[in-house]
């Protein structure tokens, strides 16, 4: 079946620096991959959408500028959080396009 | 928006009990999705229905779509400590987009 290969799993930052989360389709192509984040005990939100080659597409309420996604290619998205702050820190979570595969999810805290 | 609600939020039983979740949106579904979401893990995707009064069976689970796609449960029978976990149902908003309800967290007490 569909893998989704996400990286890291956890990161420590301090306020103020960006982390890059790194989604990879090891076995297929994606011109589309979503990227979610879910606070605890929370439910996860859609955050937006990496589209290959071009622009992502952002939900309402997240801000493009502090997130900043880019599907370089058929098999990687990522997702920067920029100058980030603790109350960036989730869980953050990229999908294949079918909504079935899930990345193992990257554990994000701001101290 | 479309919403996908989910009750109850948390479940506590003991070994051996059954659990059941319900998932209620506020519009009809194309299809519904069910997930499982091991205490610091991912969720792993359990089941699709799609089908008006779909049922489907996973040795101790089971699965229903109601007849108007706007309800769906899942019940899981003689529970087990491997059961654990938070389960959410999900329904598409356009194209691909996923809306998760909100999840219900199951305890087990052995």
């Known amino acids: 079946g569909a893998v989704v290969s996400q990286h890291p799993s956890r990161v420590i930052c301090k306020s103020g620096t960006s982390v890059k989360i790194e989604c990879r389709s090891l076995?297929?192509?994606?011109?589309?991959m979503f990227w979610y984040r879910q606070f605890p005990k929370q439910s996860l939100m859609l955050m937006a959408t990496s589209n290959e080659g071009s622009k992502a597409t952002y939900e309402q309420g997240v801000e493009k500028d502090k997130f900043l996604i880019n599907h370089a290619s058929l098999t990687l998205s990522t997702l920067t959080v920029t100058s980030a702050h603790p109350e960036d820190s989730s869980f953050y979570i990229c999908?294949?396009?079918?909504?079935?595969?899930f990345g193992s999810g990257t554990r994000l805290t701001v101290v | 928006g479309q919403q996908v609600m989910q009750i109850p939020q948390y479940q506590h039983v003991q070994e051996g009990e059954d659990f059941t979740t319900y998932c209620n949106s506020s519009?009809?579904?194309?299809?519904i999705q069910w997930y499982k979401q091991r205490p610091g893990g991912h969720p792993v995707f359990l089941i699709q229905l799609v089908k008006s009064g779909e049922v489907k069976k996973q040795k101790r689970l089971t699965f229903q779509f109601g007849e108007a796609k706007k309800n769906s449960s899942l019940h899981i029978t003689a529970t087990q400590t491997t059961d654990v976990g938070t389960y959410f149902c999900a329904g598409y908003r356009g194209a691909q987009k996923l809306v998760f309800g909100q999840g219900t967290r199951l305890t087990i007490n052995p």
């Open positions: 076995d297929f192509q994606a011109t589309t």
């Open positions: 999908s294949g396009p079918d909504g079935y595969t």
């Open positions: 519009t009809t579904l194309s299809n």
